[in-house]
Structures are given as C-alpha cells and as structure tokens.
C-alpha cells in the first residue's frame, strides 16, 4: 500500500505478511474467533517482521476501549507484543489508552476511519514517552488510519521516534476489501 507523504506521521512501518489467505484466517479466528492460544504462533511470526536495526525504549501495544477488551476477553495486541518486549528486553508500555468506544473500523473508508479515531486516544503515562523511541504493535496494517492517530498522540506528548510494527498489512492494490462486520466464524464458540 501507498501512504500519501502528507498523512504519515510515524517513522516507520514493518509487517509480516500481507492481510489474505490463511495468515488473515488466522488474525479473523483469533480476534473475533477469541482463540487466544493463537498468540504464540502469531507473535512468532511478528517476531520475524520485527526490525534487528533499531533501538527502542518503549514497547506499546495498541489499546482497547475497555468495553472492546472486555467483550473479546483479551487485547490481542497487547499478547502480540508481549514476546516482542521481551526480545528488545523492555517491559510494554501501557502509555497510551482509549478514552472512547469506537465503531469497528472494518469497513469505513479511510476518512470515515479518520472521523471516527478522532479523540480516541490519550497518553495516560507522558514520562513513559517523552524523549523516547516508540514500537507501536498492532495486529493489521489497513489504511494506517489507527497508526496515524495514535502515532500522533504520542509524538504531541514528546515521542522522539514511532516506528509501527504489524503482523499483517492490507494491500489495497491485490487484496479483497476487508469485511464491512466482523466475520460470523462457524464451529468456533
């Protein structure tokens, strides 16, 4: 995917793989599916996409709203990162929050995802951010909507450096559009 220069914000951005086939089988089982034994394998494969050549002092999982978190029973982002933190020897951040509930972004065009992220995230921990070197994990790269949103909270709250890691970045140019609903998983309870 092509990011128009005007809207990048973030330094930069490493994924896995691209947002199809059985790698996006497995990102839809274990965030609307709720399997949650899948974030060893899937944080394997972040781990893989990870960059060796940078430095960080913090490592911040995107959040949930806690109503979000609270309905899936897990952050998924938040057990993506875990191995990741671990690697880079850091402990994650939980630096940067929700204020609000929003809309799944699935679906919206990217000025409706724009619309929506608005005011949704606040910097709950500055001096874990100020004058610091960012990784912001996310589990799917869209249209980089979340990323810019977040990435611009943290860089008004001092962030010297944010640098997006996802396990799985939409290419707009060959992959399917993203369903409008999370996906209805049959045998999955």
Request: contains cysteine; positive net charge; charged residues 25%.
């Amino acid at each position: 995917m092509v990011c128009r220069e005007s809207q990048v914000n973030f330094d930069s951005t490493y994924s896995f793989g691209s947002y199809d086939g059985a790698l996006q089988q497995l990102i839809q089982l274990f965030k609307y599916g709720k399997i949650e034994t899948l974030a060893g394998p899937l944080s394997k494969l972040l781990l893989r996409a990870a960059p060796l050549n940078e430095q960080f002092d913090a490592i911040i999982p995107m959040p949930l709203h806690w109503r979000k978190r609270w309905q899936r029973g897990f952050n998924q982002t938040e057990l993506l990162a875990r191995p990741v933190a671990k690697r880079y020897g850091l402990r994650l951040s939980k630096a940067l929050g929700r204020t609000r509930y929003t809309q799944p972004q699935a679906g919206l065009t990217d000025t409706e995802r724009r619309k929506n992220l608005k005011g949704s995230f606040v910097v709950k921990r500055p001096d874990e951010v100020r004058g610091k070197r960012i990784l912001l994990i996310d589990d799917v790269f869209t249209t980089g909507a979340t990323l810019r949103s977040a990435t611009k909270i943290l860089k008004e709250a001092g962030a010297t450096r944010v640098t997006a890691l996802t396990l799985a970045r939409v290419d707009k140019r060959s992959a399917p559009a993203v369903a409008a609903v999370e996906p209805k998983l049959t045998g999955v309870s």
